[in-house]
């Protein structure tokens, strides 16, 4: 299904690094179908090259038309220059696939030719080693050959659900930009220990570990995460201390207005990329 697909990100930094690394280990795609391409930097270029023995190609090199997939894979202020080269370019055929944040399918559908072929995804850079938590939202004009070769290729990154659209900005929240809250969470957890003097190798296993073995409880069985916290938590013993900390200093809020916060920005990307009428803004 994908052993003959070349596959072209447009844009090179962390996000594409982590998916080409994911999709390279899984043997799916030969290495050598795989492009990365970015503006004009080919030192970041030949680095990926070395590491993942892809193609590394800079955007006036690249050559669109020998290309199966396209990752748009730039920050959304960047969409609309690579869009209106692209616009010039693509075939019919050709699928696109966009992990940029609160940039919606029909947003791109508008720009590019009629009748593109759109998948908005939003992975997150566990996809590096094979972890990401990765939503599709299918455009327009996706057919159902073309779902099934972008789950095949993304299941190479992580596991894959398919939602709404309109859910895309919470699960952004929730997924996309959720590795950064439990880095800083770990981050806490580790600075901690060690100011109480835990040796730095210990404590960054076993913030690492403990994270993992709570993220494994939850995956191997039905059991409610709250219900999970309470077989930990004996009363008047350490846990219900810790948890009792956690409530009074807005624990619970705190991890709620950070998804929030984030699913609004994903949504505010959207909005700036429409008109004072609400009307999509095409240059
Ligand atoms: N970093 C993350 O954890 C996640 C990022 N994303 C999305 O992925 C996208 C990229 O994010 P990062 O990789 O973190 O950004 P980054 O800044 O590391 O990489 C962006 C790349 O795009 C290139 N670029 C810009 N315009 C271009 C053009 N016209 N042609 C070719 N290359 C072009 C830049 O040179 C750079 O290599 C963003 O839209 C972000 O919303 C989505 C999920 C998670
Ligand atoms: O921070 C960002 O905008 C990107 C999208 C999701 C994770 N990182």
Not at 111 to 123: F, G, H
Not at 161 to 189: C, K, Q, W
Request: hydrophobic fraction near 40%.
């Amino acid at each position: 299904m994908l052993k003959n697909k070349t596959i072209g990100f447009i844009g090179a930094g962390s996000m594409a690094e982590a998916m080409i690394s994911g999709i390279v280990s899984s043997d799916l795609v030969p290495s050598h179908q795989i492009i990365a391409s970015n503006r004009s930097n080919v030192k970041r270029l030949s680095e990926l090259e070395t590491c993942y023995g892809i193609k590394g190609l800079t955007k006036d090199q690249l050559a669109i038309n020998e290309l199966d997939i396209i990752v748009l894979a730039m920050k959304p202020k960047d969409i609309d220059v690579a869009l209106e080269s692209l616009q010039q370019q693509l075939q019919p055929h050709q699928l696109v696939l966009s992990v940029i944040a609160g940039i919606s399918t029909t947003y791109i559908e508008e720009k590019l030719r009629s009748n593109q072929p759109v998948i908005r995804v939003m992975p997150n850079t566990s996809s590096m080693i094979g972890e990401s938590a990765t939503a599709l939202s299918l455009g327009t004009y996706v057919t159902e050959e073309q779902t099934k070769i972008s789950q095949k290729l993304l299941c190479t990154i992580g596991k894959v659900y398919i939602i709404a659209e309109e859910h895309m900005d919470v699960f952004t929240g929730v997924a996309g930009s959720g590795p950064a809250y439990f880095y800083y969470l770990m981050e806490h957890m580790e600075r901690t220990a060690k100011e109480a003097g835990l040796d730095h190798a210990v404590c960054r296993d076993a913030v690492a570990q403990t994270i993992l073995g709570a993220a494994k409880m939850m995956l191997q069985n039905d059991e409610e995460p709250a219900s999970l916290r309470k077989r930990v938590t004996s009363p008047n013993g350490t846990t219900a201390a810790g948890i009792e900390a956690l409530r009074s200093y807005g624990g619970g809020k705190a991890i709620s207005e950070a998804i929030k916060g984030a699913a609004k920005r994903s949504e505010e990307i959207s909005m700036q990329m429409l008109d004072e009428n609400n009307n999509l803004v095409i240059n």
